[in-house]
């Protein structure tokens, strides 16, 4: 049985990978060599010591920021700062000594700190860290959107792990970013609906795939479904982005 959470607007979204160009490009597989996210944003001593992940965080949001500068922000990473935390783990077996600004740089939620200093924003951020952090990204979200009747920025974004923490593969550096409203009101944008679906194992998804997909759907005509992973013991949640001429 599927249960719907309430209706709301994307009314932006945009994506950055070191390896693909865009969304449609991520899809069909066609890479690019690795470019790095110039970030804007951040200028001077801000960009010091700045991670990988930080920098695809404020890629995303710098493309959005005109749009959301007076909206909620919402961070979700699955891995948060891991090259910060491996290079820290690496200087102190080397050196027994750690540089302080660079742990000062460790925490997960460092993007958030990072973008409402860039832009002066006062306004409540959230950051979401975990293996199923797409999906708790997406609900968090939606449901502050809802609740509050304001604009929400939803950033999600992920750097390669490591080789020696043995996790996943993934080559690329990817990150999404989304501008979500009310389903009533200005601006007017994609309408959308989050829906938590039966889910018997635990939902496998592909965290660039996902991201590209919605990117992607938000572009299209086409109405779509994307599953954004598991969100409770036996249920997903899926991402529904209605047809073009069903707009907010």
Same mark, same amino acid.
Request: charged letters at 15%; proline letters at 6%; a negative charge.
């Given at each position: 049985?599927?249960?719907?959470?309430?209706? !709301?607007?994307?009314?932006?979204?945009?994506?950055?990978?070191?390896?693909?160009? +865009?969304?449609?490009?991520?899809?069909?597989? $066609?890479?690019?060599?690795f470019t790095p996210p110039g970030y804007g944003l951040l200028v001077g001593r801000a960009r010091r010591f700045t991670s990988l992940v930080t920098q695809l965080h404020i890629e995303v949001c710098g493309a959005l920021a005109d749009a959301a500068a007076a909206a909620f922000a919402v961070f979700a990473t699955c891995h948060g700062e891991i090259q910060t935390a491996a $290079?820290?783990?690496?200087? !102190?077996?080397?050196?027994?000594?750690? +540089?302080?600004?660079? !742990?000062?740089?460790?925490?997960?939620?460092?993007?958030?700190?990072?973008?409402?200093?860039?832009?002066?924003?006062?306004?409540?951020?959230?950051?979401?860290?975990? +293996?199923?952090?797409?999906?708790?990204?997406?609900?968090?979200?939606?449901?502050?959107?809802?609740?509050?009747? $304001?604009?929400?920025?939803l950033s999600i974004a992920d750097e390669p792990v490591p080789e020696g923490l043995r996790g996943p593969t993934e080559p690329a550096g990817i990150a999404a970013a989304f501008l979500l409203a009310p389903a009533a009101g200005s601006p007017r944008g994609r309408g959308a609906q989050l829906a938590f679906t039966p889910c018997a194992e635990p939902?496998?998804?592909?965290?660039?795939?996902?991201?590209?997909?919605?990117?992607?759907?938000?572009?299209?005509?086409?109405?779509?479904?994307?599953?954004?992973? $598991?969100?409770?013991?036996?249920?997903?949640l899926e991402l529904q982005v209605a047809a073009e001429d069903a707009r907010g």
């Amino acid at each position: 049985m599927t249960a719907a959470i309430g209706a !709301f607007q994307i009314v932006g979204a945009q994506l950055y990978s070191t390896h693909h160009a +865009s969304a449609e490009d991520l899809l069909a597989g $066609r890479e690019r060599p690795f470019t790095p996210p110039g970030y804007g944003l951040l200028v001077g001593r801000a960009r010091r010591f700045t991670s990988l992940v930080t920098q695809l965080h404020i890629e995303v949001c710098g493309a959005l920021a005109d749009a959301a500068a007076a909206a909620f922000a919402v961070f979700a990473t699955c891995h948060g700062e891991i090259q910060t935390a491996a $290079r820290l783990v690496a200087d !102190f077996r080397d050196a027994a000594i750690v +540089s302080s600004a660079r !742990f000062a740089l460790s925490v997960h939620n460092t993007a958030s700190g990072a973008y409402s200093v860039a832009i002066g924003s006062n306004a409540p951020t959230t950051t979401v860290t975990g +293996s199923n952090a797409i999906a708790a990204g997406w609900l968090e979200a939606a449901l502050t959107a809802l609740d509050e009747q $304001r604009s929400v920025l939803l950033s999600i974004a992920d750097e390669p792990v490591p080789e020696g923490l043995r996790g996943p593969t993934e080559p690329a550096g990817i990150a999404a970013a989304f501008l979500l409203a009310p389903a009533a009101g200005s601006p007017r944008g994609r309408g959308a609906q989050l829906a938590f679906t039966p889910c018997a194992e635990p939902a496998e998804v592909s965290p660039r795939d996902v991201l590209g997909r919605a990117v992607a759907a938000v572009g299209r005509a086409q109405p779509a479904r994307i599953t954004l992973g $598991r969100i409770q013991p036996g249920a997903a949640l899926e991402l529904q982005v209605a047809a073009e001429d069903a707009r907010g």
